[in-house]
């Protein structure tokens, strides 16, 4: 199979994507070397670039792509457990580790999530140091910082819908 890439533009720098066979298999951000040939190109790049651009907009929470990490078995659990980190939160090493049933491994949750190679989409950027500290990060800490910022700022702007009021409660009844 052929590697798909594409380069975007994004809040954060440029970010490169790849992909095969239907799949997203990664996610760089700069600097990272540039593919030769961008070659015949893959629809899921195109998905990603829309669903990147709509998380950046702060119109997305949540990526609905396939996805093709290659990884080892624990790293690839490792990942698997980072998708589900609820946008716009945090979680510790130590708190991942114990999620993937290995507690007090969290240098090798921590090496894991620094081997992630789908960075924001397998959001490796929500885990903290056991005191919420910002702890390394591929992309470097200052990405990291604006990446967690804005999901917070999403998040907080989301209101939870309102229940339905009806019948005697939504004219104001009052109890006779």
Request: aromatic share 6%; charged share 20%.
């Given at each position: 199979?052929?590697?798909?890439?594409?380069?975007?533009?994004?809040?954060?720098?440029?970010?490169?994507?790849?992909?095969?066979?239907g799949?997203?298999?990664?996610?760089?951000?700069?600097?990272?070397?540039?593919?030769?040939?961008?070659?015949?190109?893959?629809?899921?790049?195109?998905?990603?670039?829309?669903?990147?651009?709509a998380y950046?907009?702060?119109?997305?929470?949540?990526?609905?792509?396939?996805?093709?990490?290659?990884?080892?078995?624990?790293?690839?659990?490792?990942?698997?457990?980072?998708?589900?980190v609820?946008?716009?939160?945090?979680?510790?090493y130590?708190?991942?580790a114990?999620?993937?049933?290995r507690?007090?491994?969290?240098?090798?949750?921590?090496s894991?999530?620094?081997?992630?190679?789908?960075?924001?989409?397998?959001?490796?950027?929500?885990?903290?140091?056991?005191?919420?500290?910002?702890?390394?990060?591929?992309?470097?800490?200052?990405?990291?910082?604006?990446?967690l910022?804005h999901?917070?700022?999403?998040?907080?702007?989301?209101?939870?819908?309102?229940?339905?009021?009806s019948?005697?409660?939504?004219?104001?009844?009052?109890?006779?």
């Amino acid at each position: 199979m052929t590697q798909s890439t594409l380069i975007i533009d994004s809040p954060i720098g440029r970010l490169l994507l790849s992909a095969e066979a239907g799949a997203l298999t990664g996610l760089w951000m700069e600097p990272f070397e540039e593919p030769a040939e961008p070659g015949r190109r893959d629809p899921v790049l195109t998905a990603a670039r829309r669903q990147l651009d709509a998380y950046f907009a702060g119109k997305l929470t949540a990526f609905d792509l396939p996805l093709a990490p290659a990884g080892t078995p624990f790293q690839t659990g490792v990942w698997d457990e980072l998708q589900r980190v609820p946008y716009g939160t945090t979680v510790s090493y130590a708190e991942l580790a114990g999620r993937v049933g290995r507690p007090g491994h969290f240098r090798a949750v921590g090496s894991a999530n620094g081997r992630n190679p789908i960075s924001i989409i397998i959001p490796c950027h929500r885990v903290v140091g056991s005191n919420g500290s910002l702890t390394g990060y591929g992309g470097g800490i200052d990405r990291k910082r604006w990446l967690l910022d804005h999901e917070a700022a999403v998040a907080a702007t989301e209101s939870p819908p309102q229940p339905r009021r009806s019948g005697a409660a939504a004219a104001g009844s009052r109890g006779r």
